[in-house]
């Protein structure tokens, strides 16, 4: 085993952080408080090459592998860009982009992804619905053939980027009776007719990242903009999993990072009964317990990374451990971090607050811990 | 980056598990027996059997932890709990302190017999009434004509009633640094007191030792030139091996829980189809496999010598330690009543894991650590 990183990856996430200081975090905050989305941040990220990162240099992309691509999700989060523009950022590339370009055609991959790593466009995805979260089988939105065009039919919830999307790619039912097999994934721009998006839903955490329904209303769309074949959708989905474990969890153990940096020089700062508060077990040991959430976390990740660099197909079982980790173990240093703050840890204006919040997705988006547990116990 | 186990790594842990389905380990129950001399006699039996098998010499000479040598680790902890623990103090503790830190001399008469299993050695450290994390330590030695003579108790020394050479942490002529008296177990004034009898790892011969004007040559004696610095190796090594117990814990309590939910139906399915456990189990499961890349990651850091070592090591004994508490608690909460019986390895697991969190560098303790370290104070 060995758990190096070259110097090259070593350097690029350092860089990748002093831009992120420099150019998002100051922003981050007025943003989260009003709940707005970032484009300019965002752009930002596709000017320097961070939303393209592991796509091929001919379609804008910087040709990264995937550990690499980890450890810039890391750095963001690790120099306070908040969970709200990196779920954006995933939502974007690795949800969106990045089914385009494993499964689409050399005319789709031409089409979307140059735009997408540029973020001249943002893409979102659609899998969620109302009455389909965990059994993602139970779909009801329709993609009926008629002719040369797929029509398509019914809603999609909890959409990330979903209001100010450029594109979607979004999964529906073609087959009648098929469960999981009936699943086909398409390409659906803005504008199409038939195709909207709902109001912004106000969140709890993440708030800069824009979340909403799709509804679609007799859309019809062009038979090219099915993406591989019928009845593969609900295989591609799974397979966006690889990074979701991986490059969207990354900023979230960057963030505790972050947040273990302001909880030492609170401590440090902080002054009760004449003396720093550091100085009191107490408050040691949480930022002890933090410290150690982020080292257990952080190895999960990478290993998940590194796998997928080697080409191997994703152990399930491996991607579940680290997402169901990070998930719910996250939520108890997260709520240290507040907690040492005391009263101005409940407060707006504290990042610590903002993590909180943001934190209590982990173990709701992209597969709840349950269905992590599920899909564990299936395996063992 | 490589995530992968060494095939060469995979082929010394099946020589490990080679050596106890030859008789099922029948003869480990030796180790429970009262009686120093037959305890001692089948661990000096194993300790040869282990290094044959090419188990016992790893990161002895050199004193560096490697992920090799906690992937090796980790499968003897889980066959044979005391047995490890008692050839890992021997070796991986005792051995490396006078490798490391001992002269020509004392590593030529020591260490070739350790590593081939003729002898046993322990290091002993702790004290009553004091934490030892607080020197100086209340055991001293004085000059005299024959080098020093040596005063002073210790307590819970693994190995305490079976150990040929006992090297005992404390300070010269009222010095401040920490020197270690090594000490043979014929020397006069050496009382070992009786074995104790623990909640945990009941195969594991741990007594109290007394010095009572106990004369040690000079020869025998590691006065490095920054005791301290010594003083924090063998903490460090004893972390270290106490770490790579943790894992083998997990995996004996893991295995075992899955193979009876597995096995044991009610309401005419096995037990592991009811969310309740199979949800129990993915826990178990999460906490053991992030325990065990944590673990590794700091042994890794140890053989690369980065700056965080210290810090990953104790992050990584302060999880896997807990982890392993959780995972024995849960493990005996599946097997229920037959797990309450005495004599299966979830309730065994159950037991040893306190001392996990207790023994080397408590868990309290190196929270203060971590915490310490990301102060930088």
Known sequence: MDFHFTDEQVMFKEQVIRFARKEIVPRVQEHELKGEFDAQAFHRLGDVGIL????????????????????????????????????????????????IFAHGTDAQRTAYIPKLASGDWIGCMGL??????????????????????????????????????????????????????????????????????????????????????????????????????????????????????????????????????????????????GRPIAQFQAIKHKLADIKIFIEAARTLCYRIAWCKDQGRPLNHLEAAVAKLFVGDWGLRPANDAMVLFGGYGYCHEYEVERSFRDSRLAPIGGGTSEIQKKIISKLI | MNFDIGEEEKNLCERIKGLFTVDGGADLIHLENDQPEVVRRATLRWAASLAEAGYLAPGVLNGRNSVSLVVMQESLAALAPSLFLSVEVSTRIFGRLVAVYGTSEQKDGILSNLTSGRIIGTTALSEEGMNIENPPLATTGVSSAEGFRVSGSKSHVVNGPIADWIAAAGTIDGETGTSFFLIEKSRKGLVTGNRLATLGYTGAAISPVHFEGCPVPSHHVIRPEDGS????????????????????????????????????????????????????????????????????????????????????????KVFCAEAAEKIASESLQILGGNGYILGNPAEAGYRDAKYLQIAGTSTEISRMKIGDAVLAY
């Open chain 1, 52 to 99: 393209g990162l592991h796509f091929p240099q001919a379609f804008g992309g910087s040709d990264a592998d995937v550990v690499t691509t980890v450890l810039a999700g890391e750095a963001l989060g690790e120099a306070g860009v908040d969970g709200g523009l990196t779920l954006a950022y995933g939502a974007h590339t690795f949800l969106c982009a990045d089914t």
């Open chain 1, 128 to 273: 969620t619905e109302p009455g389909a979260g965990s059994d993602v089988s139970s779909m009801t939105t329709r993609a009926d053939k008629r002719g040369d065009r797929y029509v398509l039919n019914g809603n999609k919830m909890f959409i990330t980027n979903g209001p100010v999307a450029d594109v979607a790619v979004v999964y529906a039912k073609t087959g009648k009776d098929l469960k999981h097999a009936g699943i086909s994934a398409f390409i659906v721009e803005k504008g199409t007719p038939g195709f909207s998006a709902g109001n912004n839903l106000i969140k709890m955490g993440v708030r800069t990242s824009h979340t909403s329904e799709l509804i679609f209303e007799d859309c019809e769309i062009p038979e090219t903009q099915l993406i591989g074949q019928e009845g593969g959708g609900f295989l591609m989905a799974m397979q966006t999993v690889e990074w979701d474990r991986s490059a969207l969890l990354a900023p979230f153990i960057g963030g505790m990072t972050y947040v273990l940096e302001k909880c030492v020089r609170y401590a440090r700062e902080r002054y009760q009964f």
């Open chain 2, 229 to 316: 610095d010594a003083l924090k190796m063998v903490r460090l090594w004893e972390d270290q091996v106490l770490t790579a117990a943790t894992l083998g814990l997990m995996r004996r309590s893991f295995d075992v829980a899955v193979t009876y939910a597995k096995t044991h139906r009610s309401g005419g399915k096995p037990i592991i189809a009811y969310q309740e456990v199979g949800f129990k189990l993915a826990e178990m499961l999460t906490l053991f496999q992030t325990a065990q890349l944590l673990a590794y990651r700091a042994a890794w850091m140890s053989e690369s010598g980065d700056r965080e070592t210290d810090a990953l090591a104790h992050c990584a």
